[in-house]
């Protein structure tokens, strides 16, 4: 019987670890996981370590093993450069071999779908963009999806355990985390425990439209894949409401070393955003799902609305921040 605790999954050069091989590893020879890939909190044998960018949480700073309450060292998988296809196609086929992929019809998440070939689930409220939209990715490209329509009902249901959970608490990261909410909540109902998302991609590759006014691209991009941290975090603590993660391929190691390799100035250009990505991505769907301009998230699925609605109802007309002020307030004593 195991006597480690292991949440997500660890591979070494492109090897999927068991769970007993890491326990063989942590015991005889921790130092090897300095090697490990993944995305993964570890505990056993008087250590600690979590991956390299912390993806997954966990009581250890990322990238960290700790034994016996001293730092060893530092988690920095060697992995080699690929080109960005071949690291997109890697990290996808890590994470497949089980789960549900999130989909919104947008590049980042139809490419995730398209390679991993796995079930799908799209949320929004009723006739929101998202859904139609992931409806008309999944039936060109021959995905089996699942469509959870969410009720106004349900977000005001959901509001105090979003809010409660998530580490910063403003309009932007609760509508978020409220969409990410219901697809962990569909994913727990239905017995997965990973979800495989295209987060990531726009940090990495230019998504965002500030980026293309922006004089300062290059310095943007790293501020905000330094943030990515905090959106893990955050998505991080949704699905852990209902016994689920979230799995990012765009976070794998190769690809954002590849990623990273390629000039700003090559991301965005000409008025459009995140080219490299939908170059691969063209490589593998129709040219309308690789250069489609998608909402965000919150935005998309219409719970931004649905959040304004439920603000000025309760009496916050001016402001969706005192309105999560004061549910943050009354069911946490925050």
């Known amino acids: ?48 370590a979590r991956d390299h960018f912390g993806i997954m949480p966990g009581n250890c700073p990322k990238g960290t093993l700790i034994c016996d309450g001293m ?3 530092s988690i920095d998988p060697d992995v080699p450069d690929l080109p960005l296809e071949q690291a997109i196609i890697t990290a996808v086929n890590l ?51 699942t469509y959870v329509t969410i009720t106004p009902r349900e977000i005001a249901a959901a509001l105090p355990a979003v809010v409660g959970a998530i580490p910063v608490k403003d309009p932007v990261n609760t509508s978020i985390a409220l969409t990410q909410y219901f697809i962990a909540r569909f994913a727990g109902e239905q017995g997965y425990r990973r979800i495989i998302t295209g987060q990531g991609a726009d940090e990495l590759f230019g998504g965002y439209s500030r980026y293309l006014e922006t004089p300062t691209l290059a310095e943007d991009l790293e501020r905000d894949f330094l943030g990515l941290e905090l959106q893990a975090d955050r998505d991080q603590s949704v699905a852990a409401l209902h016994g689920t993660y979230f799995s990012m391929p765009y976070m794998d190691v190769r690809v954002v070393r590849a990623a990273r390799a390629i000039p700003a100035g090559e991301k965005v250009q000409g008025g459009r955003r ?10 593998h769907m129709p040219a309308e799902f690789a250069w489609y301009e998608k909402k965000a998230m919150q935005y998309g699925s219409g719970v931004w609305k649905e959040l304004q609605r439920l603000a000025k109802k309760n009496g916050y007309k001016a402001s969706i921040q005192d309105y999560i002020d004061h549910i943050s307030r009354v069911e946490h004593g925050h």
């Open 274 to 283: 995140k080219i490299p990505l939908r170059q691969v991505a063209e490589r």
């Open 95 to 145: 994470r497949s071999d089980q789960g549900v992929t999130a989909l919104s019809g947008g590049v980042d998440s139809t490419l995730v779908a398209a390679l991993a070939r796995r079930e799908c689930v799209a949320v929004g409220l009723s006739e929101s963009h998202d859904l139609n939209q992931a409806r008309h990715a999944a039936d060109t490209l021959g995905l089996s999806c």
């Open 71 to 73: 730092v060893r060292g």
């Open 1 to 48: 019987m195991s006597t480690i605790k292991l949440i997500g999954w660890i591979e070494v050069d492109g090897q999927r670890l068991s769970p007993q091989d890491v326990e063989t590893i942590l015991k005889d020879r921790p130092e090897e996981i300095f090697r490990f890939g993944g995305e993964f909190f570890l505990a056993g044998h008087s250590c600690r």
